[in-house]
């Protein structure tokens, strides 16, 4: 059975930093899509970054150039660096593993998620 385990949210104030890591149990983050999303409250889900399979990493526009997605093989272990943290960074942080291309929707969708670990951002 495949387990995703995020940690390292926690509350911080503006400016500050985070790196966030997802642990995986009977799962392997080599050489397979891997992404983070996040869930301000009261709003969607959205994708903040991802990793392809050929290692490309992309980011979605309102966090480039704060964030940097990261994975470890030989720990098994995916980081997300958050710098120069904004309230509205404020949210629930999941990791994600194992992405198929859905051509009626025009996305990838991931298999597996993380329980989430929450970031909370004061001003």
């Known amino acids: 059975q495949v387990k995703l385990v995020e940690s390292g949210g926690r509350s911080v104030e503006a400016g500050g930093s985070l790196r966030l890591s997802c642990t995986a149990n009977?799962?392997?983050?080599?050489?397979?899509?891997v992404g983070w999303f996040r869930q301000p409250p009261g709003k969607e889900n959205e994708r903040v970054a991802a990793?392809?399979?050929?290692?490309?990493?992309t980011y979605t526009a309102s966090v480039k150039g704060r964030v940097t997605i990261s994975k470890d093989i030989t720990e098994n272990i995916l980081y997300l660096q958050i710098n120069n943290l904004k309230p509205e960074d404020t949210a629930m942080y999941y990791c994600?593993?194992?992405?198929?291309?859905?051509?009626?929707?025009?996305?990838?969708?991931?298999?597996?998620w993380g329980q989430g670990t929450l970031v909370i951002v004061s001003s």
């Open positions: 990793i392809d399979s050929d290692g490309e990493k």
């Open positions: 994600t593993a194992d992405a198929e291309w859905d051509p009626s929707i025009g996305l990838y969708v991931f298999k597996y």
């Open positions: 009977g799962y392997s983050f080599s050489g397979v899509r």
